[in-house]
């Protein structure tokens, strides 16, 4: 699986936009890009995938730029509820089943 | 309701005395395995299973035996626990096997102390 940069924490406040921005420098051309979401003393939950350019749900959006290097998850108008450990994947089918390697996350505290 | 359930939630148990954390899933899903979780170190694979029968290690196998006899559950064993397992425990599952591509579902988790 590709390596991931992301911030260990971010703050925020009720209403506003939040950016959280993913590196993945090597990223190969089969790569997906995935994002969890994860409460505290909860399973994480999946939140968006893509694989270039822009993808939208309920939820959020997700932005990846021509060279998908980077990507980043927007969270629009984010209330308390959304205070949470966000996650970045990037990668196909894992090698030897081991799909899944969550890095540290990035926290993200919102604030009223 | 399609789901993944851990049981039992929480567990305070002592060393040494063997124990079953069970796992099932309800959305026929293929894959399933077992993760832990501690301060600093993320979400590590401890067992995977790709279908019945079908078990292979994770990351951070050592302590754990697993099984997977039917394909809906898939328990996860501590034959002799120790203070160091003590953790959070997160069952996942999902219905293929394409990796990050897959939505992974994860249970509710179970939290083990271990005196």
């Known amino acids: 699986l590709a390596k991931t940069t992301q911030p260990i924490s971010m703050d925020s406040y009720e209403g506003q936009e939040v950016n959280i921005t993913c590196s993945h420098n090597?990223?190969?051309?089969?790569?997906?890009i995935t994002w969890y979401q994860q409460f505290p003393s909860q399973g994480p939950r999946f939140i968006i995938q893509?694989?270039?350019t822009k993808v939208t749900n309920e939820v959020a959006s997700l932005f990846i730029p021509a060279d998908r290097k980077s990507s980043t998850l927007s969270l629009p108008r984010v209330s308390l509820s959304d205070t949470a450990v966000y996650y970045c994947?990037?990668?196909?089918?894992?090698?030897?089943?081991?799909?899944?390697?969550f890095g540290g996350g990035t926290r993200l505290m919102v604030k009223p | 309701e399609a789901q993944v359930t851990q049981n039992p939630r929480y567990l305070i148990t002592v060393t040494g005395k063997k124990l079953t954390v069970t796992c099932s899933q309800n959305?026929?899903?293929?894959?399933m395995s077992w993760y832990r979780q501690d301060p600093g170190l993320g979400l590590r694979q401890i067992y995977y299973?790709?279908?019945?029968?079908?078990?292979d290690k994770g990351d951070v196998p050592e302590g754990y035996k697993v099984s997977r006899k039917e394909k809906r559950n898939f328990p996860l064993i501590l034959e002799s626990p120790s203070p160091n397992q003590t953790s959070l425990y997160f069952c996942?599952?999902?219905?293929?096997?394409?990796?990050?591509?897959?939505?992974?579902?994860f249970g509710p988790g179970t939290r083990l102390l271990v005196l």
């Open positions: 299973s790709m279908n019945v029968e079908v078990t």
């Open positions: 959305m026929n899903h293929e894959y």
């Open positions: 893509g694989y270039k």
């Open positions: 994947l990037v990668g196909d089918v894992g090698n030897a089943g081991n799909m899944l390697t």
């Open positions: 996942a599952s999902s219905l293929g096997l394409a990796g990050v591509r897959e939505t992974q579902y």
């Open positions: 090597n990223i190969a051309t089969n790569d997906y």
